[in-house]
């Protein structure tokens, strides 16, 4: 068998031991002569897998009793209209934009009310978080929108805003998992799964139970988080398998330590790379050092047109997926959970034999 390290910004990587344990379950699960994929999504099997999949997360992050996790459909694009179906009931709120998914939130939002863009770093090119301040926030929006990790421009929030009474929505669709965080400052927190939580498919949504129940009339039922909520995500089939699949995957960040112990294992991993990056005067971050993700890493090679021979070179050497998003060009390293710190400690080799190589 052969497997790489798959730095790709989703599907992404799935820690090895989920896949074989899945393999293993895969033709005969906990011996009903089915695969989970089989099973009905109301039998009593199918009950214990997506019960202790809520039950592992709520443990994971900590998440308080008045909010609810539904296991939904329609990837976190699908959450950009359910976030405002459900919640603008004065018609208007406040967006931060910092990169492509956050446009992309903000266009849908727009078919449904106002939006404010309360802070952007578009002319910067996304390269770093504004600072958020209370008096930014209308005191009547709805709720204020964030992306808390952006994927493509490799820039994190390091702090959770104060949004006050008004409820703060994250789409935290690539560090979900990643690091400690305090549910309790959200009102929604949404995930398409593909890149910390499992295969593509299933999408998380936790979610305050107070902002549940006030979907506009034109909601489709499917769109209207108390439609999921009441059912217990089972209004109709859920993504079966892929929930059986995050629950592995909960267990095993639950075997590593859990969220305190990924999280030290991330930093560990992203400082490898930054680290190498700054002694290195080959490479370049676009990225202010305030700012940093340490799930996605993009880095540059200036002035030389290298980029197509690394990533060539790259994959000869089993490292996949390192090509840069478009819009930002270079290369990128996605380095979610189930990177281990062999990958990214591979990669910094194999960038200093490239680096000696081209120089
Ligand atoms: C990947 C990603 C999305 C899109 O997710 P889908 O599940 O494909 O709709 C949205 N936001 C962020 C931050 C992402 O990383």
Known sequence: MKRVYNFSAGPSMLPLAVLEKAQRELPDYKESGMSVMELSHRSGLFTDIITGAEDLLRELMNIPDNYKVLFVQGGASQQFAMVPLNLMKNGKADYVNTGSWSKKAMKEAKKYGQVNVIASSEEDNFTYIPKLDQNMFDPEADYVHITTNNTIEGTAFREVPDTGNIPLVADMSSNILSEEIDVSKFGIIYAGAQKN??????????????????????????????????????????????????????????????????????????????????????????????SRSIMNIPFVIPGLDLDGQFVKEAKEAGLETLKGHRSVGGMRASIYNAMPVEGVEALVSFMKKFEEENK
């Not at 909960?250 to 330590?257: M, T, V």
Request: glycine residues 8%; negative net charge.
């Open 197 to 290: 939580i499992g295969p593509a498919g299933l999408t998380v949504v936790i979610i305050r139970e107070d902002l549940i129940g006030n979907a506009s009339d034109i909601c489709p039922t499917m769109l209207d988080y108390q439609t999921h909520s009441e059912s217990g995500s089972l209004y109709n089939t859920p993504p079966t398998y892929g929930i059986y699949m995050a629950k592995l995957v909960f267990e095993w960040i639950k075997e590593l330590g859990g969220i305190h112990a990924i999280q030290k294992r991330n930093e560990l991993k992203a400082s490898l790379l930054y680290d190498y990056i700054a002694s290195s005067d080959f490479y370049q971050s676009p990225v202010a050092e305030d």
